[in-house]
């Protein structure tokens, strides 16, 4: 199809209905971090597809992958076993900490969250389920109640069950955040632990939370606490060092489940740990997972205790597609790749210069009020005003979503395609194939320059 008949099928209403078409761009070809457009114009995908082109576009061994399983046994449905998903879930629980050795194969993240609410439920007997505002998990059925991040509700949205949401202990724009001790790498992918507002915030959030039980929740009655460990849709934000630490044990006293959701934050993509959830010293008893297990081939799953599975014998649960043969044999391949080609470093390592170039942009551009991340999940925030209004009088504005919208599509006529997040839609998110290089960066801090450069001329 050349963009020319796509236009005409448009103009006659004949056309694939896509939520977010922002950018006029019919992409015809991928491969690696690269993206080829109907002309053949390259673009370098710092997206990935939204974090889940984990290896790279077309990467040989998942086309390989795809090819030798489909020539085998292309799908048997949820009613039957086969060896790749035996070989599948073994290599996925080797990468699990702890007794998380129940694998359930569904298709999508939202798929895995509402599957985890229901274990939750189902395992504690309760009812009530938190999670952080700001946060997103999914928008179908009871995931419009869960996820709390303003910008992907409408009014007319069921508002789900017996679902709370914490305040957002975001350390940059939160009630007890502030300016950050963000100018070097280390700091921003580690926290650090100074005596300014943003670390001491740990505990205004938790107490905040504890509000909740004493107001809200019956003791004891909780089913489930729903996080990422670092939010993603909700614009790169990410949370004091030990919060979370403590909110899992406060949930847990009082009966509940703690759930990981990794949709975007797992697969070595922070660089540091392959999941996210370790680097703040926690084991979830539930972790949701879906985008780079794929490599953009629709699968996820959902990873718990045997003790947890067990709930579910006395409730129906069933999908016809979760755990196809093809999709489990690209699931086996991902992993392979990650390991083989030292993905999860190449993350923490061009990640790491990645932030180094942009916390220089920010001391250079006040259009940059923030820079944050890990590996290669990064938020630029820009804003509007000074960068001492922060620390002055404590406001942050953020840029109007018209003019980021201009730098967007300035990189994209350059090139380089990113996405943004946030309740304001005012952060840049790069979130690209895990295999891209420095050479990459040097070329997207390039094209992010001249960019700003004329949205002040
Ligand atoms: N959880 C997180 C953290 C996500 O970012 C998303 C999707 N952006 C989901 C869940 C829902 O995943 P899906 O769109 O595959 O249903």
């Known amino acids: 199809i050349s963009y020319e008949k796509a236009q005409y099928m448009q103009l006659n209403n004949v056309f694939p209905q896509v939520q977010m078409y922002e950018d ?31 290896v790279g576009h077309c990467h040989p061994k998942i086309i390989e992958a795809i090819a030798e ?38 298709n999508s993240g939202s798929e895995a969250n509402e599957l985890a609410m229901l274990l939750a439920r189902l395992h504690t007997g309760n009812q009530d389920v938190l999670s952080i505002q700001n946060c997103y998990h999914g928008v179908s059925g009871n995931l419009h109640g869960l996820t709390a991040l303003a910008s992907a509700k409408f009014n007319n949205t069921p508002a789900g069950i017996s679902i709370h949401h914490a ?22 992918q580690r926290s650090c632990e100074c005596d300014r507002n943003h670390c001491r915030a740990a505990d205004n959030y938790y107490e905040q939370l504890e509000n909740i039980f004493s107001y809200s929740i019956p003791r004891g009655k909780v089913a ?51 999941w ?15 985008k780079g297990i794929g490599n953009g081939f629709p699968m996820a799953a959902v990873v718990t205790t045997s003790a947890i599975a067990r709930s579910l014998n006395s409730a129906f649960h069933f999908n016809t597609f979760g755990g196809n043969p093809v999709s489990c044999a690209v699931g086996v391949s991902v992993l392979k790749v990650i390991e ?20 220089g942009m920010r001391r250079e551009w006040k259009i940059i009020g ?36 201009r730098i967007k599509n300035d990189c994209l006529k350059m090139g380089l395609l990113f996405g ?16 891209v290089t420095k050479a990459d960066v040097d070329f997207t801090i390039a094209v992010l320059r001249r960019a700003m450069q004329n949205y002040y001329e």
């Open 69 to 106: 399983q489909s020539g085998i046994l292309g799908h048997v449905s949820g009613a039957y076993e086969h060896p790749k998903m035996y070989e599948y879930v073994e290599s996925l629980v080797s990468k699990m900490p702890g007794d998380l050795k129940t694998v359930y194969l569904v």
């Open 167 to 188: 305040m957002c202990p975001d350390v940059f724009k939160g009630i007890w955040g502030g300016r950050k001790c963000r100018d070097s790498p280390v700091q921003t």
């Open 370 to 405: 923030d820079v944050r991340g890990k590996g290669l999940m990064i938020g630029v925030e820009l804003i509007d005003g000074d960068q001492d209004d922060i620390d002055n009088i404590g406001v942050i504005n953020p840029l109007n979503c018209r003019a980021v919208s």
């Open 420 to 435: 943004v997040g946030g309740i304001r839609s005012n952060v840049l998110r790069f979130m690209p194939p895990m295999c």
């Open 276 to 290: 996210n959830f370790q680097s703040h010293g926690i084991t979830p008893d539930i972790v949701t997972m879906a």
């Open 224 to 274: 489930g606490f729903f996080a990422e460990s670092i939010q993603g849709v909700g614009g790169v934000v990410q949370f004091p060092r030990g919060y979370l630490k403590r909110v899992y044990e406060l949930i847990r006293s009082n009966g509940g489940l703690c759930v990981a959701d990794e949709v975007q934050t797992g697969f070595g993509r922070t660089g540091e740990h392959f």
């Open 340 to 359: 083989e080609e030292g993905l999860q470093q190449n993350c923490l390592d061009v990640g790491t210069y990645f932030l180094e170039k942009l916390c």
């Open 24 to 54: 006029p761009l019919l992409l015809h070809e991928g491969k690696m971090q690269w993206l080829f457009d109907y002309k053949g114009k390259r673009y370098l995908d710092m997206f990935g597809g939204i974090a889940t082109v984990s």
